[in-house]
């Protein structure tokens, strides 16, 4: 579990650096439950996420979020746009995720 320890405070680090806004009316994208990618991590998302970090975007009809939302339905995770409201989890702006190196986990690029 130590390993866990370690992940938390990284989340909490790439928090404060993209996931500070309340992204509240914003959208995010459900999807049936799947494990984070990364090997030993036992976290299971059910929401497209980045570094355990809710994907939002401003707008529905984003392309990225439905270009995301189409990979999703193609590896059958059942995706569906929903209204992110913050008790789903902490959030992340996907155009900061993307400005911040794209990390896929809570362990920070150099
Ligand atoms: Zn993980």
Same mark, same amino acid.
């Given at each position: 579990?130590?390993?866990?320890?370690?992940? +938390? !405070?990284? /989340?909490? $680090? =790439? &928090?404060? *650096?993209?996931?500070?806004?309340? #992204?509240?009316?914003?959208?995010?994208?459900?999807?049936?439950?799947?494990?984070?990618?990364?090997?030993?991590?036992?976290?299971?998302?059910?929401?497209?996420?980045?570094?355990? +970090? !809710?994907? /939002?975007? $401003? =707008? &529905?009809? *984003?392309?990225?979020?439905?270009? #995301?939302?189409?990979?999703?339905?193609?590896?059958?995770?059942?995706?569906?746009?929903?209204?992110?409201?913050?008790?789903?989890?902490?959030?992340?702006?996907?155009?900061?995720?993307?400005?911040?190196?794209?990390?896929?986990?809570?362990?920070?690029?150099?």
């Amino acid at each position: 579990m130590e390993q866990g320890g370690i992940e +938390l !405070i990284q /989340v909490e $680090e =790439l &928090r404060a *650096d993209f996931g500070a806004d309340d #992204h509240g009316g914003w959208f995010c994208v459900r999807t049936d439950p799947f494990p984070c990618p990364a090997n030993g991590c036992d976290f299971v998302a059910e929401f497209m996420t980045a570094a355990h +970090l !809710i994907l /939002v975007w $401003e =707008l &529905r009809d *984003d392309p990225n979020l439905l270009r #995301h939302a189409e990979r999703a339905k193609q590896v059958g995770r059942n995706p569906r746009v929903t209204s992110y409201v913050r008790s789903f989890g902490p959030s992340a702006s996907y155009y900061a995720w993307e400005a911040a190196g794209r990390p896929v986990h809570a362990v920070r690029g150099k």
